[in-house]
């Protein structure tokens, strides 16, 4: 059984969302949208191209599903959760923050506390780094095991405002 998700853009207090229909979990769609999708323009692009079958660190390994139903615009990622199953939404934020909610929870969660919480060991520290969000120089890794961690482990990034291996 598929983990479905929605991932959603904010733009003047609306919310600008394409269905994932595969991972949805934060330690696999959540941790690709922190580590590859944090840049707006990007983001847009990934949103924009329609429901997604499975996410992938790069446009070009995301499959889509080409049924012409997404994107789709709401007044609230729940409204966009409601209309797909979903068990999860992850919104980008106008302050360029991803937040997550839980189907059933209204309220949202910062994604980079909850991946934390829930994979600590996606997470090593490195003296001397910018941190991520300025968390006790904990640098962003990913070790899925499943052919994301190999991608998500290369380059750098850049997330609210700090940069991270």
């Known amino acids: ?3 479905r998700c929605v ?3 904010e733009e003047d207090g609306r919310y600008k969302g394409a269905y994932c229909r595969w991972d ?5 769609a959540g941790m690709i949208l922190l580590k590859a999708y944090s840049d707006r323009t990007l983001l847009d692009r990934l949103i924009s191209l329609g429901g997604i ?3 992938h660190v790069s446009i070009d390994g995301t499959s889509f599903l080409g049924d012409g139903r ?3 615009t709401a007044e609230d990622p729940a ?3 409601e209309d797909v199953g979903a068990d999860y939404a992850y919104v980008f934020g106008e302050d360029e923050r991803w937040t997550m909610r839980r189907y059933g929870v209204p309220e949202s969660a910062d994604l980079l506390a909850v991946l934390r919480e829930e994979c600590p060991s996606s997470f090593r520290s490195y003296g001397g780094q910018q941190a991520v969000h300025g968390q006790d120089d904990a640098v962003l890794r990913y070790d899925g095991g499943d052919g994301y961690g190999k991608d998500l482990l290369h ?3 850049h997330y609210g405002g700090a940069d991270y291996a």
């Open 24 to 28: 949805g979990y934060p330690r696999d």
């Open 155 to 157: 380059g750098g990034g």
């Open 7 to 9: 991932i959603c853009l």
């Open 79 to 81: 409204d966009l959760m």
């Open 70 to 72: 997404w994107p789709k």
């Open 53 to 55: 079958s499975t996410l």
């Open 1 to 3: 059984m598929s983990t």
